[in-house]
């Protein structure tokens, strides 16, 4: 129910939801449960523009991650708090997390788990040194290679979402566009709730085109489909989700 009502922008009642669950697991619970609502939890204040009470529980959520020897998850929690530092224009927090995230990435094994953290370092590689875009474009790339090899749908919207936030932050609106159309169709197929970052960020593109560039390239990939445009309820703070970094 907390992912339903998150996807759907409506983040009190996700939150309560989250709360409730993470009252039923106390310390000597389910720590890989708790660990994955503390991340939500600090997701859901990261979007809401609250810095502090996000990074909060991303730093719960490392510290059981740690523990419970998870590298998938610590990958995860390092490209949050890292997502948060860069927010807040702290840069040398900023690459002090981008230089753990590297290290560990050579330490996982799992091909699913080492393609999403390279989608999570091509974002992280950018926006650390412009200069390096295309070892950022390299690393989406050998991401969309991977996820496609293993059929990992879900994960092949997420990176082409990652690269359409890239080229958004370039100004190459119609890129940006390209790759945003082909993350929400893989989403809108799959029914996933990762759909309403896909509409959302189209129809932030939307804006910066004019009508007719934006109806050729929609006609183009996604023919007659119809854009399902999520409403987003009030975050309550300053909404991040715009400019992520």
Partial sequence: MGTIAYSRGEYKEARGYYQQILALFEPSGDQELRAAVLSQLGTIALVQGKYEEARGYY???LALLEQLGSESGRAAALYQL???ACSEDKEEEAQSLY???LELFEQLRDESERAKS????????YYEDEDKEEDAQSFFQQSLE???RLGDQDGRAGTLLQMGL??????DFEQALTYSIEAYIISDTLLSPSRIA????ISMIRSQLDEETFSAHWRELAGDRPLVVEVEQDTGGDDISNHPC
């Fill in 59 to 61: 730093q719960q959520s």
């Fill in 82 to 84: 890292w997502m948060i």
């Fill in 99 to 101: 230089q753990q995230s």
């Fill in 118 to 125: 390279l989608g999570m370092l091509g974002v992280m590689t």
């Fill in 146 to 148: 991977i996820l496609g």
């Fill in 166 to 171: 890239l080229a958004y932050s370039e100004d």
């Fill in 198 to 201: 896909s509409s959302n960020m």
